[in-house]
Protein backbone atom coordinates (compact mmCIF):
# COMPACT_ATOMS: atom_id res chain seq x y z
CA UNK A 1 0.00 0.00 0.00
CA UNK A 2 1.42 3.68 -1.04
CA UNK A 3 2.16 5.77 1.98
CA UNK A 4 -0.67 8.79 2.69
CA UNK A 5 2.34 11.20 3.62
CA UNK A 6 4.01 11.82 0.67
CA UNK A 7 6.85 13.78 3.06
CA UNK A 8 9.61 12.02 1.16
CA UNK A 9 8.43 13.56 -2.53
CA UNK A 10 7.43 16.80 -0.83
CA UNK A 11 10.57 17.57 0.36
CA UNK A 12 12.11 16.35 -3.32
CA UNK A 13 10.38 18.90 -4.81
CA UNK A 14 11.06 21.67 -2.36
CA UNK A 15 14.50 20.85 -2.53
CA UNK A 16 14.12 21.34 -6.55
CA UNK A 17 12.24 24.37 -5.96
CA UNK A 18 14.85 26.14 -3.51
CA UNK A 19 17.63 25.59 -6.31
CA UNK A 20 16.13 26.04 -9.69
CA UNK A 21 14.04 29.39 -7.98
CA UNK A 22 16.48 30.91 -5.81
CA UNK A 23 20.07 29.29 -6.52
CA UNK A 24 20.49 28.92 -10.11
CA UNK A 25 18.10 31.98 -11.11
CA UNK A 26 19.45 35.22 -11.55
CA UNK A 27 18.50 38.58 -12.38
CA UNK A 28 18.01 38.16 -16.01
CA UNK A 29 15.99 35.37 -15.69
CA UNK A 30 14.23 36.94 -12.70
CA UNK A 31 13.75 40.49 -14.18
CA UNK A 32 13.38 39.58 -17.52
CA UNK A 33 10.57 36.67 -17.68
CA UNK A 34 8.39 39.07 -15.62
CA UNK A 35 8.79 42.22 -18.56
CA UNK A 36 6.22 43.52 -21.43
CA UNK A 37 8.33 42.78 -23.70
CA UNK A 38 11.46 39.92 -24.53
CA UNK A 39 10.11 37.77 -21.77
CA UNK A 40 9.80 34.62 -23.62
CA UNK A 41 13.32 33.44 -23.47
CA UNK A 42 14.05 34.48 -19.67
CA UNK A 43 11.50 32.18 -18.79
CA UNK A 44 11.97 29.75 -21.37
CA UNK A 45 15.46 29.56 -19.99
CA UNK A 46 14.38 29.81 -15.99
CA UNK A 47 11.48 26.57 -16.87
CA UNK A 48 13.85 24.86 -18.32
CA UNK A 49 16.56 24.94 -15.27
CA UNK A 50 13.18 23.79 -13.39
CA UNK A 51 13.04 20.68 -16.15
CA UNK A 52 16.81 20.04 -15.40
CA UNK A 53 17.03 19.69 -12.06
CA UNK A 54 13.55 18.05 -11.55
CA UNK A 55 14.34 15.74 -13.85
CA UNK A 56 17.93 14.97 -12.32
CA UNK A 57 16.42 14.63 -8.98
CA UNK A 58 13.71 12.00 -10.33
CA UNK A 59 16.16 9.89 -12.47
CA UNK A 60 18.68 9.49 -9.46
CA UNK A 61 15.35 7.82 -7.42
CA UNK A 62 12.65 7.14 -8.98
CA UNK A 63 13.23 6.93 -12.75
CA UNK A 64 9.26 5.50 -13.69
CA UNK A 65 8.15 9.21 -12.64
CA UNK A 66 10.46 10.92 -15.14
CA UNK A 67 6.97 12.41 -16.63
CA UNK A 68 6.66 14.35 -13.12
CA UNK A 69 9.55 16.72 -14.20
CA UNK A 70 7.41 17.92 -17.65
CA UNK A 71 4.10 18.20 -15.95
CA UNK A 72 6.21 20.04 -13.26
CA UNK A 73 7.75 22.28 -16.29
CA UNK A 74 4.11 22.96 -17.58
CA UNK A 75 3.04 24.48 -14.62
CA UNK A 76 5.57 26.36 -13.71
CA UNK A 77 5.81 27.96 -16.83
CA UNK A 78 2.00 28.83 -16.60
CA UNK A 79 2.09 30.13 -13.17
CA UNK A 80 5.21 32.08 -13.94
CA UNK A 81 3.70 33.75 -17.32
CA UNK A 82 0.41 34.65 -15.38
CA UNK A 83 2.94 36.13 -12.65
CA UNK A 84 4.75 37.90 -15.11
CA UNK A 85 1.28 39.20 -17.20
CA UNK A 86 0.62 40.85 -13.54
CA UNK A 87 4.34 42.10 -13.30
CA UNK A 88 3.95 43.85 -16.45
CA UNK A 89 0.75 45.03 -16.95
CA UNK A 90 0.45 46.32 -13.50
CA UNK A 91 3.68 47.49 -12.61
CA UNK A 92 3.87 44.90 -9.73
CA UNK A 93 7.34 45.55 -8.85
CA UNK A 94 9.26 46.45 -5.43
CA UNK A 95 10.82 48.92 -7.62
CA UNK A 96 7.70 50.70 -7.98
CA UNK A 97 6.62 49.50 -4.29
CA UNK A 98 3.26 48.46 -5.50
CA UNK A 99 1.63 47.52 -2.54
CA UNK A 100 0.78 43.36 -4.01
CA UNK A 101 4.32 42.72 -4.53
CA UNK A 102 4.65 40.72 -1.36
CA UNK A 103 1.20 39.02 -2.17
CA UNK A 104 1.97 38.22 -5.64
CA UNK A 105 5.38 36.99 -4.82
CA UNK A 106 3.69 35.12 -2.19
CA UNK A 107 0.90 33.92 -4.07
CA UNK A 108 3.22 32.48 -7.04
CA UNK A 109 5.13 30.53 -4.52
CA UNK A 110 2.19 28.95 -2.97
CA UNK A 111 1.18 27.58 -6.69
CA UNK A 112 4.50 26.38 -7.10
CA UNK A 113 4.62 24.62 -3.72
CA UNK A 114 0.76 23.57 -3.66
CA UNK A 115 2.17 21.92 -7.66
CA UNK A 116 4.63 20.19 -5.70
CA UNK A 117 2.50 18.72 -2.90
CA UNK A 118 0.23 17.56 -5.81
CA UNK A 119 2.84 15.73 -7.25
CA UNK A 120 3.89 14.39 -4.65
CA UNK A 121 0.55 12.60 -3.51
CA UNK A 122 0.63 11.29 -6.72
CA UNK A 123 4.04 9.70 -6.69
CA UNK A 124 2.92 8.41 -3.02
CA UNK A 125 0.18 7.16 -4.69
CA UNK A 126 1.94 5.46 -7.36
CA UNK A 127 5.13 4.10 -5.71
Known sequence: MASSVPVGWMLLLTIKHVIADFLLQNSWLAIGKDQKTGWALPLLAHC????????????????????????DFAIHI??????????????????????????LIGIDQALHHMTGFGLSIFMAANA
Open 48 to 71: LVHLAVAMTLILMIAPRFWFIALI
Open 78 to 103: TVDRAKGICVSTFGVTLKNQHPWFWT
